[in-house]
């Protein structure tokens, strides 16, 4: 496999249904390599789309319509609280379509796949890159780029679109990364939706110390409260849709926040708080630099072992589809 990017499979055409940041960010990546088109239910936004060059559909209808002439993928990047409304339209419409999303719970999607579009080709994905910002505005075609992206499997999935999704994914400069859907839900409470709920806290705690905190933050703190920034009615939407995995997060940070506040309280001791932490935190750091290079074949019970390397926190970094067999390269948590 000399030139895997020679022969990444890669769907016939992209539809993107919701143009803010992800949604417009992936029309703007993909138009450089297939044929796009994109809706956005805002006038405003088709209209900005449109002016930038791109191709965009007047209404849902016309982009369903549109993308099974191109046998397009379909890619529902609007809120998850919208995706009923375009998963009927969709099943009216193109039952049978590539589909594929892009938001940040698999789990709840996947469900309401199954209950109004079922006919449909699809494999749940989520780019996990982003910014505080929303809109067309705010969107550019680099936010893919060193991003995992998660496509979601399981043992009855189609693997010739999930091959074409995670070839795009590739594409547009993403490693992909493997995994069951409660897994993804499960791991996203806690580096995701979780954070988002912890920066929100540290605004309103820091907003209680009154004008002389505000002067005083510095970069801690505008780290930590960077995605505070969001607008509150996405954070609702990601984090609501995945209230069970992010209670368990919540429960665990703060059975770690009682443990530290009794220690400081009682002995004045923030030791084991601060060197957990730290540990925790330099492994994660060195995870990617002990991956090594392995092959994957479509004959060989690919699903179970594209799931075992995303389980082990390896991603795939290329496809070859010039064979008989879909061939895969990932990198794999390499022996101790």
Known sequence: MTNPAANVPLPPAVSVLGLGLIGGSLLRAAALHLPTDGWSPSEQTRAAAAADGYRVSATLDEAIERSAENNALIVLAAPVTAFDGLLRRIDAVAPHSRLTDVGSVKVAVADQVAGLCPSARYIGSHPMTGTQYSGWPAGSGGLFEGAAWVTCLDEDSDIEIWAEIAGLALTVGSRVVPADAPSHDAAVARISHLPHLLALALAQVADGGGALTAALA??????????????????????????????????????????????????????????????????????SSQLTDIELHADDDLVEQLLSVGLAGGHVVGLDNSGDHLLVRALYPAED
């Open 218 to 287: 510095a970069s801690s703190f505008a780290d930590g409260t960077r995605v505070a920034g969001t607008r509150p009615e996405l954070i609702r939407a990601m984090c609501e849709a995945n209230r069970d995995a992010l209670i368990d997060a919540l429960n665990d940070v703060l059975g770690i926040l009682g443990v530290a506040r009794g220690s400081l309280a009682s002995t004045g001791s923030l030791v084991k708080i601060t060197e957990t932490g730290y540990a925790a935190n330099q492994r994660f750091r060195v995870h």
